[in-house]
C-alpha cells in the first residue's frame, strides 16, 4: 500500500475526514458511498461503492449476448470505469476510465447515439495505446436507478466502417440498461 504521508486524527463521533488531495485523485464527491473493509493485518480500507461492481458477473454474462445476438463489442460501465466487455478483448478495455463522451451521457441521462468515425466514444484509457479501439458508431444508454440517479451505462460499438447505430441498437442497449437497473434493485 503506498503512503501519502497525511495523518488525521479521528473525531468524538468516529469520523476521519479523507483529505482533499486523497478525494481528488481517487474523484470521490461529497455523498458519494464507500465501502469499508478490514482485511487480515487489521489495516483498515476505504474503497469506492460501485452497484455495478456488484453485478460484475452478470454483467458480463449480459455483454456476452448482446455482443453475440448484435455482433457489436458490448461493453456495461459503472461511474468510472469499463466493467464487463464482450466482442473484442477484455484486457483492452475492462477498467479503462470513461470518455468525455460517456460522463456527458451520464450527465444528461438521455441514451445517445454517437456516429463519429474514429471516436473513442466511451473508453479514453486506451486512445493512447490501441490504435485499434476506434469505433465507427457507438450507442451509450445509462443505467438509472429508482432515485433517477445513473449508475452506469450500457454502450454497443461497431468498427464496422459503414455502420451507423439505429433505433434497433438504442432500444436494445435501454433495455439492457433497464434489465441491469432491476437486477441492482431486488
Known amino acids: 500500500m503506498k503512503a501519502t504521508g497525511i495523518v488525521r486524527r479521528i473525531d468524538d463521533l468516529g469520523r476521519v475526514v479523507i483529505p482533499k488531495e486523497i478525494r481528488r485523485t481517487m474523484r470521490i464527491r461529497e455523498g458519494e458511498p464507500l465501502e469499508i473493509f478490514v482485511d487480515r493485518e487489521g489495516e483498515v480500507i476505504l474503497k469506492k461503492y460501485s452497484p455495478i461492481g456488484e453485478l460484475a ?3 458480463q454474462e449480459y455483454a456476452d449476448s448482446l455482443a ?3 455482433e457489436h463489442v458490448a461493453c456495461v460501465l459503472d461511474k468510472d470505469v469499463v466493467v464487463a466487455v464482450a466482442g473484442a478483448p ?10 468525455q463522451a460517456a460522463k456527458k451521457v451520464l450527465e444528461s441521462k438521455e441514451t445517445t447515439i454517437i456516429n463519429d468515425p474514429g471516436a473513442h466514444a466511451f473508453c479514453e484509457g486506451c486512445k493512447n495505446e490501441i490504435e485499434n ?3 465507427s458508431s457507438t450507442v451509450l444508454a445509462p443505467i438509472m436507478v429508482s432515485e433517477g440517479e445513473p449508475v452506469g451505462l450500457v454502450v454497443l460499438s461497431s468498427k464496422n ?7 434497433l441498437e438504442k432500444k436494445l442497449a435501454n433495455t439492457a440498461a433497464g434489465f441491469l437497473a432491476k437486477q441492482m434493485e431486488s
Open 57 to 59: 458477473e452478470f454483467a
Open 68 to 70: 453475440e445476438v448484435t
Open 90 to 99: 477484455r484486457k483492452e478495455y475492462l477498467e479503462k476510465p470513461l470518455s
Open 133 to 135: 479501439c476506434k469505433f
Open 161 to 167: 466502417p459503414g455502420k451507423k447505430m439505429s433505433e
